[in-house]
């Protein structure tokens, strides 16, 4: 039994490493919208077996990505503005959701160290060790409010998107950190507003700063990831 878990969580892993793959080249320019992905070519390129990358491309095309043809593969499907701002208008609300119904389940001792942490980190000197760190805790955060809401749909849904919201950020920080540009990057300062406001137990305060905080999430990646390869 135990060899059989460890093979589906290795397999899993499998699935979600080329997820993630994918998503990178193809937000980092390396994949362009149209390209034909096919399995075969994939599981050589990444050397991996045929099922994982099966698995990965309908999970992609599950969140609009690609777009899967009946024995030809699949092809990747445009990816502008326009998409960037419909996907973190899923976000927004699934995420302010759940973090009205995670006030209150979060323990004071747990908020409390978020609350210094994210204190240091809104005040610490910008650098490429600061813009890793403010990543981790970042995905700490939220995955922490996800746990926490008690609603087991709300969390499956956010899921859906969780790979594609981390490459997003994970390009742009990546983008930002070569040109040791850290100007506008103030996620920490709105992370301690949620964080702050899920202390004072009022959910719906907590619910506004996360949908504020979320609303400026496309407006910084409209830029960095496409205005910067229109110039």
């Not at 973190?88 to 389940?105: D, F, K, M, P």
């Not at 890793?132 to 956010?158: A, F, K, M, N, P």
């Amino acid at each position: 039994m135990a060899t059989v878990v460890t093979r589906q969580i290795t397999h899993g892993s499998r699935r979600q490493t080329l997820v993630q793959q994918v998503l990178g080249k193809f937000f980092q320019g390396e994949y362009q919208p149209n390209q034909r992905m096919t399995v075969q070519a994939l599981a050589r390129e990444w050397d991996v077996s045929a099922t994982p990358v099966r698995e990965a491309l309908v999970e992609l095309a599950g969140i609009g990505i690609v777009e899967i043809f009946p024995n030809r593969g699949a092809v990747l499907r445009n990816f502008g503005v326009k998409e960037l701002h419909e996907i973190c208008q899923v976000r927004r609300i699934l995420e302010s959701e759940a973090t009205r119904c995670a006030c209150g389940h979060i323990t004071p001792n747990e908020l409390a160290h978020l609350e210094q942490t994210f204190c240091k980190l809104a005040a610490a000197k910008r650098t490429v060790e600061w813009s890793e760190t403010t990543q981790q805790w970042d995905d700490y955060l939220h995955e922490l409010i996800y746990r926490s809401c008690g609603s087991e749909r709300l969390v499956l849904e956010i899921n859906r998107y969780r790979v594609l919201h981390q490459t997003l950020r994970q390009v742009r920080h990546s983008k930002r950190q070569n040109d040791q540009d850290f100007e506008h990057m103030e996620e920490n300062a709105e992370h301690l507003r949620i964080v702050q406001a899920l202390i004072k137990g009022n959910p719906d305060k907590a619910a506004k700063a996360m949908h504020e905080h979320l609303q400026q999430t496309p407006v910084w990646l409209e830029r960095d990831l496409f205005q910067r390869q229109e110039s």
